[in-house]
């Protein structure tokens, strides 16, 4: 169990504010962020597979290629924000993808579609480790996984409220002369636009700028955040690691993108595939839903999954982030997805498949706290750019590759086997990455304190 910290009110008060000021707009835009890239997923099912002549593989590519575009700038872009800052650098990624987003309502062929997406991920790259950065950056490493988790209930909320919203207007089928799926990629795209504006004007790059918190709050923050740094600079120099190829050359960021790999794998093949999953359900259980029953059932697994990663950062946050927090979602989420596969009935399926998006959502903010832990300045910039173009890779190939394996096997059982297989290998990783870690460096304190982040 992790030393808990004796709280100050100044220390109270600044960490609310946060909170309170910060992570609900950045959340925000990362719900319209995860909205405008997943939704493909809502319109192939409902017209746009068919009137764009797509088999299953084409969609997968169709998805994936947004991975590849993202990868191609991901870290040159969040060595921008670091330079520029993230309140330029956010909102000007949130108006770029915007305008390629608006672009998808007037699409007209499978080509045109791998075009925009791959468009799409150029435009988003950095985004989300820009946003991971930005929050690190506000807060001591003790408070950092409940303020992600906040921020990370974005990403199932999506689902939760973006699959009836997207239903909602896939069914104004006409509107403007336009079929549903065209409007929903209409209405779905101006908030990253209107938000990118908003953006440029609300946020602030650092404590020390922020006009909101009182001086005592921004002192408090500017030097508790400026002694982490420090004794991460120190053990980074002792270690010749203190500088870009930091992130580069340390063996615990290229573990942790290996780690990531196996969840995002497991995220965006249920993300792209669950609704094209839930609308066989038709044929495979002879019933009939309407394009809203659809949206709702694929909203089904994300609400618990949103409360469980709720619960679980702040179990982690209260207690001290151990392996178990990560390691152990991975094998429940590894173990229950292939399960899915041998359910009677959609009702059954669901559960099974709410249990493995719990699981997957439990993880990540918890995750994403380790990387700041013993990384800082330019090599964090780098580092948590590089775990996540692991998860782009594993977004790109577990699109691809399910979609691929359907067409091939006629089925979803080899793909979620897989899923499994990625997960169970997450788990792995993580367990050896922190006995690993334990066994190097058992007595240093500097070393101690990155062991905590990965024990």
């Excluded at 746009?48 to 290629?65: C, K, P, R, V, Y």
């Excluded at 009182?214 to 203190?242: M, Y």
């Excluded at 359900?281 to 059932?297: C, G, H, L, N, P």
């Amino acid at each position: 169990m992790g030393a808990v910290v004796p709280t100050t009110a100044v220390e109270r008060t600044a960490v609310k504010k946060v909170s309170v000021r910060l992570v609900p707009f950045v959340a925000l835009m990362f719900f319209v962020n995860y909205l405008d890239r997943t939704a493909v997923s809502f319109a192939e099912p409902n017209g746009m597979g068919s009137d764009l002549a797509l088999t299953a593989a084409q969609f997968g590519f169709a998805s994936g290629i947004f991975f590849l575009g993202y990868i191609v700038l991901e870290v040159p872009s969040n060595m921008a924000l670091h330079r520029f800052g993230a309140r330029r650098w956010l909102a000007r990624i949130m108006v770029t993808w915007g305008i390629v987003s608006l672009l998808f309502t007037w699409v007209s062929s499978s080509t045109e579609l791998y075009t925009l997406r791959f468009l799409l991920g150029i435009a988003e790259a950095g985004f989300f480790p820009g946003a991971i950065l930005f929050l690190s950056q506000w807060v001591p490493s003790r408070h950092r996984t409940k303020i992600l988790g906040l921020f990370y209930l974005a990403q199932p909320l999506t689902t939760v409220l973006g699959a009836p919203l997207a239903g909602w207007l896939i069914g104004h089928h006409g509107l403007f002369g336009l079929e549903g799926w065209r409007v929903m990629f209409l209405f779905v795209s101006l908030p990253a636009i209107v938000l990118g504006v908003v953006a440029w004007f609300y946020l602030s790059d650092k404590p020390a700028d922020a006009k909101w918190l009182t001086p005592a709050e921004r002192d408090w923050l500017t030097d508790e955040l400026a002694a982490e740094n420090a004794q991460k600079t120190g053990h980074e120099t002792k270690h010749a690691k203190g500088d870009l190829k930091a992130a580069f050359a340390n063996s615990r960021v290229w573990t942790l993108a290996l780690v990531y790999f196996g969840f995002v794998y497991g995220l965006y093949a249920l993300a792209f595939f669950l609704p094209t999953i839930i609308n066989g359900f038709q044929e495979q259980y002879d019933t009939t839903f309407s394009v809203m029953d659809k949206a709702w059932i694929t909203a089904i697994p994300y609400l618990p999954a949103a409360f469980v990663l709720f619960f679980w950062t702040r179990h982690a946050t209260k207690h001290g982030t151990r392996t178990w927090h990560v390691a152990g979602p991975a094998v429940v989420g590894g173990l229950s997805i292939p399960l899915a596969l041998y359910m009677g009935s959609p009702a059954a399926t669901v559960a099974v498949i709410t249990v493995t998006a719990c699981s997957i959502f439990a993880a990540l903010p918890v995750f994403w706290s380790v990387p700041s832990r013993f990384l800082t300045g330019a090599a964090a910039a780098a580092g948590i750019a590089l775990i996540n173009t692991a998860g782009n890779v594993a977004g790109f190939a577990s699109s691809y590759v399910t979609g691929w394996l359907k067409d091939w096997t006629g089925a979803y059982y080899v793909p979620l086997y897989l899923v499994g297989f990625f997960m169970l290998l997450s788990a792995a990783l993580m367990v050896w990455l922190s006995s690993r870690t334990r066994a190097e460096e058992p007595t240093a304190e500097a070393d101690a304190q990155i062991t905590e982040a990965v024990r």
